[in-house]
């Protein structure tokens, strides 16, 4: 990601609070979070870590990782106290550890080389959560088509060696901005792999 994609989320998160207060974790990552047999997770693209300090409150040891400052040094001062790492990282250059993660989230979120990485880096028996944006005629907002899903891309994204747990599509809550479609996937990767 540029300075530029910085600049724009920093100033994003400044201008509108509100996106770092939300507290309530994605549907997904509340209903499918027991499914992780272990208890170290990373947050991609945390923004203000509702999902990241909602799994540090459930036991987990949390990386937290997101382009934006603001974010992140927001995120610092809510999870004080909790077993949450936020980092400031540029997510088109990082490279996730190995075997290190039994959860991994990419809520609201979409770079489709970095899930890849992650669901490679994944220890065995270790679950991807992702719930995020997709095209639909009747979406409020039509946003960068590189950042939404296609019809059914989920379903197929994840290859051999990884079991689909769940797949929906539905439609944003009533806590986001617009109406928009998404998609959400719970995978969960071969204890061979």
């Known amino acids: 990601m540029s300075e530029r994609d910085r600049t724009k989320w920093n100033i994003k998160y400044r201008d509108r609070k509100e996106l770092l207060e939300r507290n309530e974790p994605a549907r997904f990552v509340r209903e499918y979070v027991d499914l992780a047999k272990g208890k170290r997770a990373i947050d991609l693209a945390c923004g203000g870590g509702r999902n990241a300090i909602f799994l540090a409150k459930r036991g987990f040891d949390v990386d937290a990782v997101d382009l934006s400052s603001v974010a992140i040094e927001a995120l610092e001062r809510k999870s004080a106290g909790l077993p949450v790492h936020p980092r400031c990282l540029d997510l088109d250059r990082f490279d996730p550890p190995g075997g290190e993660y039994d959860l991994a989230l990419m809520i609201n979120f979409l770079d489709r080389a970095l899930l890849r990485r992650v669901a490679e880096a994944l220890r ?70």
Do not use: A
């Open 124 to 193: 065995p028996g270790g679950v991807i959560v992702v719930e995020t944006y997709m095209t639909h005629p009747d979406n409020e907002k039509r946003g960068n088509p590189d950042f939404l899903l296609d019809p059914g891309e989920l379903r197929n994204f994840f290859g051999k060696g990884f079991e689909t747990v769940v797949y929906e599509e539905f439609w944003s809550g009533e806590e986001e901005s617009c109406r928009m479609r998404k998609q959400g996937v719970v995978v969960k990767k071969g204890s061979d792999g």
